[in-house]
């Protein structure tokens, strides 16, 4: 059976993350027998964008032509050395993926909003994030995109996934919290360094960058990542002039990601 772990890497804005990010990735390639690719481009129908690394998730479409399985990482994701092949956790007959609403994130506006753009489906609650996913051959035709698909209201391609999953009715695989380690969910950060994927979603790039060299720093010495309360004392030490309330914001629709 062949397998990849795929990343999207486009343009020169993430190049520094990506330099921290990349390494793990393909570490993590290596370790369960996987080919590793790296998207930098995006050739897909109707995207008016200069900025697509969102819509590059549908670029997986053409190559679950190649591979049997694929296991998707954000660019903004650290996999730790220990993190079981998830090619043996998620069966192959299923989606997987962490489900934020698992965790008391409620998206029913998302789901509600994005139903009355499409042709309706039944979709009350279930909503995964797509920073981890995990798919098989036959998820293909969830990476369709025609001109017809409208993004979501806050999060373009990841509502629009979700939608796919959902009309085509797949089996799904609920990964747990280890699997996609965010900030922002219901989880104890205290226990980071038992995770098996983190995830910076949800944190302004320059915060972003800080946070993921610092933790990387550590695992290389043998200490623990840093928890949610350390945070502020980072950024005041590592940002000069910058607290912590100075990066709070809200999560909005960036107006250059969508579909013409």
Not at 49 to 71: P, Q
Not at 133 to 148: N, R, W
Request: some cysteine; hydrophobic content about 40%; overall charge negative.
């Amino acid at each position: 059976m062949k397998s990849a772990v795929i990343t999207i890497n486009i343009g020169t804005k993430y190049a520094k993350m990506a330099a921290l990010t990349i390494p793990t990735h393909q570490a993590y390639a290596q370790k369960i027998g996987a080919d590793f690719i790296e998207i930098n481009q995006v050739n897909l129908p109707y995207i008016d964008t200069d900025y697509s690394a969102y819509w590059a998730k549908f670029e997986l479409h053409k190559y679950l032509d190649e591979y049997d399985r694929i296991i998707y990482l954000d660019l903004d994701t650290v996999v730790l050395p220990h993190c079981p092949n998830l090619l043996e956790v998620v069966p192959e007959s299923a989606f997987g993926a962490l489900y934020e609403t698992d965790f008391g994130l409620d998206q029913t506006e998302e789901i509600t909003d994005h139903k009355n753009k499409m042709p309706d489906i039944e979709w009350e609650k279930d909503y995964f994030n797509v920073g981890v996913m995990v798919m098989s051959k036959c998820h293909q035709p969830a990476f369709v995109l025609t001109e017809q698909c409208q993004g979501g209201k806050y999060y373009p391609e990841q509502t629009l996934l979700n939608y796919n999953v959902q009309k085509l009715n797949f089996a799904q695989f609920h990964l747990d919290g280890t699997y996609n380690h965010m900030f922002f969910l219901n989880l104890d950060n205290s226990r980071r360094e038992q995770s098996n994927i983190l995830h910076y979603a949800a944190i302004p790039q320059e915060v972003r960058e800080l946070l993921i060299a610092d933790d990387l720093s550590r695992f290389e010495k043998g200490d623990k990542p840093l928890v949610a309360e350390e945070l502020p004392a980072l950024i005041a030490e590592k940002i000069p002039g910058k607290q912590f309330e100075d990066f709070l914001y809200q999560l909005y629709k960036d107006e250059e990601i969508g579909l013409s």
